[in-house]
C-alpha cells in the first residue's frame, strides 16, 4: 500500500490514479497515465503538451483509435492539418464505426 501526495489516503501500489482524489501518479509505462496527462493539458489550453502525452501514449498502446482521434483534433487547432489528417486515418484503421472522426477527416481535408 502506498499514500497519496494529494488526499493522504491509502491506495494499492499498482494503481495509476489515486481511487479518491484521481490524482495521477507518475507511471511511464502505462498508457491510461499518458491519456490523462493529454486530457487535462488539452483542458488547460496546453496543446503542445497534449499532442506529446498522445504521442507517448501511442509508442505504448498504438492501437487506440480513441488516442490517434484526440490527437488528430489537437494537431487540427495547433495549424497542422496534414498531421491531423494522417491520425483521423489511422484512428480510422482501428475503428473505422466512428462517424466522428470521419467528420473530422472531412473537416481536415476541406482545409
Avoid at 39 to 62: E, S
Amino acid at each position: 500500500m502506498t499514500n497519496c501526495d494529494k488526499c493522504s489516503n491509502e491506495y494499492p501500489a499498482e494503481y495509476v490514479f489515486c481511487p479518491f482524489c484521481g490524482m495521477p501518479f507518475k507511471n511511464d509505462e502505462s498508457p491510461q497515465y499518458w491519456r490523462e496527462i493529454a486530457r487535462d493539458a488539452r483542458i488547460k489550453g496546453d496543446l503542445h503538451k497534449a499532442i506529446d502525452a498522445c504521442n507517448q501514449c501511442n509508442k505504448l498502446d498504438g492501437q487506440n483509435p480513441h488516442t490517434y482521434f484526440v490527437l488528430g483534433s489537437l494537431y487540427y487547432f495547433s495549424g497542422k492539418i496534414q498531421k491531423s489528417i494522417d491520425s483521423f486515418e489511422k484512428s480510422l484503421e482501428y475503428n473505422p464505426n466512428h462517424p466522428d472522426t470521419y467528420y473530422y477527416l472531412g473537416i481536415s481535408l476541406y482545409r
